[in-house]
Structures are given as C-alpha cells and as structure tokens.
C-alpha cells in the first residue's frame, strides 16, 4: 500500500481541523477574519508535514491502526441504512433523505424549545447578529433589502460549499453538518420566539411556518450540501489521517444544476423576505 506524503497529510489535517474552529469563531464573533484561520492552519500543518518528512520511520508510525472502538462500530451499523441513503449516487435520494433528516432535527428543536425554554433566549445573539449585517434597520426598497439578506446569507453558502469541498469524514461532508447545525438552530429559534424581528407570539409547531420564508431558505441550503456531496478532495476514515478521497471527487451535470436550484431558492426566498420587512414597516 502506498505511504500517505506527511506534508500532504499533516497539511490537509491542519486545514480540516482549523474550518470547523473558523466557522464557530465566526458564529460568536460575525468577524470575517475569523476564516483566516484555516490557511494558518494548513501552514502550521505543513510545517509540522516537513519536519516528519525528514525523521526517519519508526516503529510507531508503522504499526497498525488498532481496531475501532466496539461503541462506535455499532453506532455506525445502526446508522449504515441512512448514511447509505445521504451518500447515494442520485443526487434526488440524497436531497430527500437530507429533507426528512433535517425537518426532523428542525421539528425536535422546535418542540424543545416552544415548551422546554424561555421565550425570547436567544434574542440578544440574534440582534447582534442582525446588527453586524446591518439588518436591524429595513431598507427604502425591497431591492436594497434583499440585496442586504443575500449577503449575509452567502456566509452559510459558502461555507458549504468550501466545507464540502474540503473534506469529509466518514463519508459524511462538512456540508451536511453545517446544514443540520443551522435547521437546529432555527428550531429553536422558532419555538423560543427569539428572532430579531420576533412574531407577535411564540408560534406553536404548525404547518403555518410554511408561510414564512425561513424553511425554503433552509430547503435551499440542503439541495447545496446534497448537491455538493461527493465533491470533498480529502476525508478522514476510521483511524486512520485525513488523504485523498477514494473515489476522487465528481462533478457530475445533476449535482450542478441541484447547487444553482440550491441558490436560486435562497435568493427567491431571501426576496420574499425583504418584501415582508418592507412591506410591514411601510403599512
């Protein structure tokens, strides 16, 4: 079996590990700059690829990789016939298992927090939020205003889109964990009322959501992570350092077409929005 180049390994584990670190920083901080993390990383990476690169191999770095832990051997049975399902070939399979995946995630969240926390919890991170992308304040047009939600919707795009890129570990793209993080957020979100711009009252789970432009802004971002699934260039399988991905990433005609639909939703719905917004604060 040929050697995985330690330079590559340590290079590509430094990036992976540094992205998920970046995407929380920006969470907390709404700091662009946070990202600026990932290169420093990799670089703290290569450096470290370039000093083994040197040492000679030793009887630890040889030996083999000790076998998978009995707990999550099971796990990974029990959830075999899903994973299938989130990593199938068709692109559609994909997509409709991510939707029946998340609306679930999303509904749990929802529940626990429309009965389980306070109204309002959340409130203060979401006008931070709200501020930093100059949101708190609604635009003279809708244009202006949807060009506003778009921006600050392309963070969560892109990070999908480069996360899916990057790396997937066990099969699994960072695409499909950033996708379950915000449903989960949104939840709770939802059933804690804690929306910068809160409803009159905390809404019940109900189908009366599907009126709002928040769950075809979520839809969206599941066609972008089904559609950019098997893209990753590196991943990580059990014990083993992140190396290049096998198969090598495709790019097939459907995954393109589902990640353009993916973006022409967020921004029919992020325009949808901004009429909203608009049209409340002028009546």
């Known amino acids: 079996m040929k050697k995985s180049n330690p330079i590559v390994v340590r290079t590509t584990q430094g990036a992976g590990l540094s992205f998920p670190v970046a995407c929380l920083l920006y969470v907390l901080s709404g700091q662009l700059l946070s990202f600026a993390l990932i290169p420093v990383g990799a670089a703290i990476g290569f450096a470290a690829g370039l000093v083994l690169a040197r040492k000679p191999a030793t009887d630890s770095m040889t ?72 949101l708190d304040t609604a635009s003279r047009s809708v244009f202006e205003e949807w060009t506003k939600i778009f921006q600050a919707n392309l963070v969560p795009v892109l990070i999908i889109i480069l996360g899916s890129l990057l790396i997937r570990v066990y099969g699994i793209p960072f695409g499909y964990i950033v996708v ?38 979520m839809i969206a971002l599941m066609l972008l992570a089904a559609g950019t699934c098997s ?43 901004a009429y909203m917004i608009v049209s409340s604060v002028s009546s």
Do not use: C
């Open 180 to 217: 379950l993080y915000n449903l989960a957020l949104y939840g709770l979100y939802i059933g804690t009322n804690s929306f910068a711009i809160p409803y009159p009252e905390r809404m019940a789970p109900s189908l009366a959501i599907l009126q709002r432009s928040g769950p075809y802004e």
């Open 63 to 134: 030996e083999k990789p000790r076998s998978e832990n009995r707990w999550i051997t099971s796990v990974r049975k029990s959830l075999a016939p899903l994973s299938r399902a989130l990593l199938h070939e068709n692109v559609v399979i994909r997509f409709i298992s991510l939707l029946v995946l998340g609306s679930a995630l999303l509904i749990l969240a929802w529940i626990i927090g429309y009965y389980l926390l306070p109204e309002g919890l959340f409130r203060s991170g979401a006008e931070a939020h709200m501020a930093r992308a100059a």
């Open 231 to 273: 893209w990753a260039f590196f991943e990580i399988k059990s014990n083993s350092n992140p190396g290049r991905a096998i198969p090598p990433p495709r790019f097939k005609v459907q995954e393109v077409i589902t990640l353009l639909l993916g973006i022409s939703l967020l921004m029919a719905a992020n325009y949808f929005e």
